[in-house]
């Protein structure tokens, strides 16, 4: 049996959702200004198979403010960012990614799902199409709430430069 996946082209600043050779969507991202890489604190997106460990979000509106993986109870608006200009918004709803790879993406300091590696929603004013994040991959919110609705947790992830 063929399950969705989801393929992120760095190079592309693109995100497929495939169920085997059938293109389900396609969606522009952000991925980090930072580069491509795997280390703890190095604000890079790290490459490799990875899969969805856990989605967050389920049911909350749309720009639903989170921090720490924790709904606020905010939603993102201009007065909110004008109150707090110093946050990294995280929007939406997050898919938190688990590496699968031991020693490339996975274990020690190179684990994303340590590193609090998601696919999450941003302020509509974001870039996409060019590396903007911290080392996640950002997206339009409405692209972020069709894209949940069509994978669950295990949803294998590939992310390539």
Known sequence: MVQRCIHISIGEQ????QDGTVQLGCWQISSASAGVGEQTGSGC?????HRVRIKIGAGLPENAVFVGRRATGEVYSAELAAAHPERDWILTRILWLQG?????????????????????????????????SHGCIRMRNADLLELFE?????TEVRIEA
């Open 14 to 17: 693109q995100l497929t959702l």
């Open 45 to 49: 997106t790290p490459l490799g198979l």
């Open 100 to 132: 699968l790879e031991w020693g490339r993406n996975r274990g020690g300091q190179v684990d994303t799902l340590r590193r609090y590696i998601y696919i999450h929603g941003t302020p509509d004013i974001e870039p996409m199409g060019v590396p903007a």
């Open 150 to 154: 069509q994978v669950e947790p295990n």
